[in-house]
């Protein structure tokens, strides 16, 4: 099992770190490049556009991928999509409000036929928040 993230706020990576930490593995960070914010939310609005991901290939059939959920798109996380190949892929997409469901859906059409099981986790960052108070509290 192999553990990704790409993060734009650091929440996805910690929700990478924690799970890194259950199953005692290292996870992996998907680089783009360093726009501002305002031009990776215009991106966010184009459906499937796909932009530079820098990370190492995925060796094990299981991968987990931590990534936010933006307005239609994440175009680093489209990227790593189109070129990964795994058999078992859990999205773990962290979201602040709405259309959740349908983002994930937008990301299970892109993912490839060889997949054979796909599995969605919705993680609201508020419940994350809360749930981040508990584990480091007891640290």
């Given at each position: 099992m192999e553990v990704y993230y790409f993060?734009?706020?650091?929440?996805?990576?910690?929700?990478?770190?924690?799970?890194?930490?259950i199953f005692n593995i290292k996870p992996k960070e998907i680089k783009s490049y360093k726009l501002p914010y305002l031009l990776w939310l215009f991106l966010s609005f184009i459906p499937y556009l796909s932009l530079k991901a820098i990370f190492e290939p995925p060796t094990n059939d299981t991968v987990i991928l931590c990534f936010p959920k933006w307005t239609f798109n994440c175009p680093p996380v489209t990227c790593f999509l189109k070129k990964i190949k795994c058999k078992k892929l859990v999205l773990i997409i962290s979201y602040k409000g709405w259309g959740e469901k349908s983002y994930?859906?937008?990301?299970?059409?892109?993912?490839?036929?060889?997949?054979?099981?796909?599995t969605v986790i919705l993680i609201k960052e508020r419940v994350w928040k809360e749930i981040e108070k508990i584990i480091y509290k007891s640290d």
């Open positions: 993060t734009f706020t650091g929440t996805s990576k910690k929700i990478a770190e924690f799970i890194g930490k994930a859906n937008l990301y299970k059409k892109l993912i490839s036929k060889d997949v054979k099981k796909v």
